[in-house]
């Protein structure tokens, strides 16, 4: 079974300076997704970012970047330029659809990210 | 752009009760998939469907049970409520060929008291 670790349960980052969220997981497979969704106050989930592990290349959304490491399995956010309104719980969530299409994915425990005025 | 509802967003009900949570996918997507968040967890999967037909099963209890309908939207309906029913119920909906991209809807948040 797939396990997603996040070892980090609280955060905190000054306005406008950089943090960055690690996630480390386990699996045994070759092809698979993974993903940082959001989960602000109002506890809707926001997918921010995902990275297909057949690509080398870190995915970017805008100030959302990733730093994927497959053969070390880490898998860290970096929020540059941080906003208020990126106060957030963030969870990492792997994805590994098998034949025949199962897309579940494993949710780490997340980590709760408070960026200070 | 329109994205997932759900309904209600906010339920109480008694130990022993019934609950029905509803949800609609965004349009054209015709896989819905259900989740459970208790307080300070992260989401757990309950059940999914794929035009109609239930296509993976996770922690759901027996208690509970789900279905899609033609229009796409679903319901999960929860019998003899408990306590630890308590959580934030999420809907997600997604396009066939693109499931890894799952929409997540607001949730519902269910208290048994």
């Known amino acids: 079974a797939q396990t997603v670790t996040q070892s980090q349960p609280e955060m905190s980052v000054q306005e406008a300076e950089t943090v960055t969220l690690s996630c480390t997981y386990d699996t045994s497979e070759n092809n698979y997704y993974l993903f940082w969704y959001k989960q602000p106050p109002s506890r809707q989930m926001i997918l921010v970012i995902r990275?297909?592990?057949?690509?080398?290349q870190n995915a970017t959304e805008n100030r959302f970047s990733v730093n994927f490491q497959k053969a070390a399995k880490s898998f860290s956010l970096k929020i540059s330029d941080s906003q208020l309104g990126d106060t957030a719980m963030y969870f990492c969530?792997?994805?590994?659809?098998?034949?025949?299409?199962?897309?579940?994915?494993?949710f780490g425990r997340g980590t709760s990210l408070i960026v200070h005025p | 752009a329109a994205g997932v509802i759900q309904s209600p967003r906010h339920l109480i009900k008694e130990k022993r009760e019934t609950a029905t949570l509803k949800c609609y996918p965004i349009p054209r997507h015709d896989t819905v998939y259900w989740y459970q968040q208790g307080p300070g967890q992260d989401p757990q999967f309950l059940i999914s469907?794929?035009?109609?037909?239930?296509?993976d099963k996770g922690s759901i209890p027996d208690r509970f049970s789900a279905q899609q309908f033609s229009d796409y939207h679903s319901e999960l309906n929860m019998s003899s409520l408990e306590l630890g029913d308590s959580a934030l119920y999420f809907c997600?909906?997604?396009?066939?060929?693109?499931?890894?991209?799952?929409?997540f809807g607001p949730g519902t948040r269910l208290t048994v008291t």
């Open positions: 469907f794929y035009e109609k037909m239930q296509s």
């Open positions: 969530a792997f994805m590994n659809p098998p034949e025949g299409g199962s897309y579940i994915p494993t």
């Open positions: 997600a909906s997604s396009l066939a060929g693109q499931r890894r991209e799952q929409y």
């Open positions: 990275q297909e592990a057949y690509k080398q």
